[in-house]
């Protein structure tokens, strides 16, 4: 099948899930329409990246260390080291949100990784010292202390071949969450948080363009959003096929105008605890700036999306163990076995799928 084929006949799968008007601007079918199946797009194998903020920072950076071959880029926002929690909610607490235990000791972390490593549980050295990586944290956070961003800068640091391939950005009187520019976001984006005291939805209204400035630095200068609307769908997916304990059961999906026809690059985009659609509508999927900058560089953005349950009730990604068994003394979370790592990459691995009939 030709590439005109194969974009055609992803068109026409897209679309069958899509209200019958022609869609000109960034939309999704109406709230009672069943979410569909992830669709296969035939998109890029290559840059891909994964950003997160907050709990979605710490499983964004537990997939680029689980498997860093897969991944050009690594975006974290107000977020700590990796494996800061190693396993236990009283790390998370006391080390990695607030430091009232101290600040995480980075040589442990180093041998939990040589350890992994010699498991085969994470990615080669070879592959992670290639990333980019881009670390933000507002100065003014007052719910993952701020130091624990620096910490992860220095964590990153010692493992990537050159020490330019990192941007560690630090905005004072910034608070906790996604701080964003009402330059590139819709105009109908609704009240977001004040810039320094954050609180939900966790969208910070600071006139700063996190999103373009993590995009511009992981995969090089970005097209500037248009400034008359989005051209691209907001697809509602179920996340049914991919089973782990913790995923809601529907994830969302921005495909740019033509990506359908395949060998568009893939970005992660993994919200913060109480950030969910479950909680905050699709402000979080709408309203970063991502889909701005995406449906002018070619780049499907994925949103998976976790619930809250008994043991989470503010629906965060699991960077502490909860997700695995309750038995287990050293959960494998943060590994190429965690049960949420693998249910993500297996969304993106199909995306990258080929679309053609078989």
């Known amino acids: 099948m030709s590439k005109s084929q194969r974009g055609a006949w992803v068109a026409v799968a897209l679309l069958a899930a899509l209200p019958s008007t022609a869609l000109l601007a960034e939309t999704s079918p109406p709230a009672d329409t069943p979410p569909q199946r992830l669709p296969a797009l035939g998109a890029s194998s290559a840059g891909a990246s994964v950003l997160g903020v907050s709990s979605g920072g710490y499983m964004a950076t537990q997939l680029a260390v689980a498997w860093p071959e897969r991944f050009a880029g690594l975006g974290v926002l107000a977020a700590g080291p990796w494996s800061c929690a190693q396993g236990s909610l009283g790390l998370a607490l006391g080390q990695c949100m607030t430091t009232r235990r101290g600040m995480p000791d980075l040589q442990a972390l180093e041998q939990r990784l040589a350890d992994y490593r010699e498991r085969e549980l994470v990615g080669e050295a070879e592959a992670l010292e290639a990333l980019r990586v881009y670390v933000w944290h507002g100065d ?17 640091q010692g493992w990537l071949g ?73 697809l509602r ?43 905050i509508g699709e402000t979080f999927v ?15 953005v994925l949103y998976p999306q976790a619930e809250t349950r008994l043991g989470n009730p503010q629906g965060c990604w699991d960077w502490w163990g909860y997700a695995e068994s309750t038995w287990q003394l050293d959960p494998l979370h943060d590994s190429r076995q965690g049960s949420q790592t693998r249910a993500l990459m297996a969304m993106l691995e199909r995306l990258q799928e080929d679309p053609s009939p078989r």
């Not at 620096?150 to 990153?156: H, I, Y």
């Not at 630095?217 to 907001?234: F, I, R, T, V, Y």
């Not at 996340?239 to 568009?264: M, S």
């Open 140 to 156: 003014a956070d007052t719910v993952v202390e701020p130091r624990l961003g620096a910490a992860l800068a220095e964590q990153f």
């Open 162 to 234: 050159d020490p330019s391939q990192l941007q560690l950005r630090q905005d004072a009187e910034v608070g906790h969450g996604w701080p964003v520019d009402a330059a590139v976001i819709p105009s109908d984006a609704g009240e977001l948080a004040d810039c320094r005291e954050g609180g939900a939805p966790h969208l910070l209204a600071c006139d700063l363009d996190i999103a373009g400035d993590a995009l511009a630095w992981l995969h090089g200068e970005q097209a500037p959003p248009a400034s008359d609307g989005l051209d691209g769908e907001l």
């Open 237 to 279: 997916f179920d996340q049914g096929d991919f089973e782990a304990k913790g995923l809601a059961d529907t994830g969302y999906l921005f495909v740019p105008e033509g990506c359908e026809a395949g060998d568009c690059a893939v970005s992660l985009a993994l919200h913060g605890c109480s950030m969910g659609a479950e909680q």
């Open 286 to 300: 709408r309203h970063t700036g991502l889909n701005a900058w995406a449906a002018e560089n070619r780049r499907i």
